[in-house]
């Protein structure tokens, strides 16, 4: 069974900062893809940012240059660098990875989809 644990949220004011970790544990052999998305109530969940594992970078246009999404691939954690932060920035942000677990089908694995829990980042003067 794997975990996406989210850490790093809380309140801030505009044009503060909040770094957000996304731990993944269990029985993983690899992890693929990972990204940050956000939702606030009523609204669709938005893509932020997404790296591949090869180190591709994708960023919605509302936070480029803001926001950095890395990972450590040898600790299985995911990180978004949040900066200059904005009221628009608050929503209940959620971590996503594709993590390729053992098999019992292929000695290579098998990829499945994974979130974690959400933390709220609140941008409040």
Request: negative net charge; aromatic residues 10%; proline residues 3%.
């Amino acid at each position: 069974q794997v975990q996406l644990v989210e850490s790093g949220g809380g309140l801030v004011q505009p044009g503060g900062s909040l770094r957000l970790s996304c731990a993944a544990s269990g029985s993983i052999f690899s992890i693929n893809g990972m990204g940050w998305y956000r939702q606030n109530p009523g609204n669709e969940l938005e893509l932020v940012a997404a790296i591949t594992s090869g180190g591709r970078i994708n960023y919605a246009h509302s936070v480029e240059a803001r926001f950095t999404i890395s990972r450590d691939n040898a600790a299985n954690t995911g990180y978004l660098q949040m900066n200059s932060l904005n009221p628009e920035d608050t929503a209940v942000y959620y971590c996503h990875a594709y993590v390729v677990v053992p098999s019992s089908w292929s000695s290579e694995g098998k990829e499945y989809s994974y979130w974690g829990q959400g933390t709220q980042v609140t941008v409040s003067s």
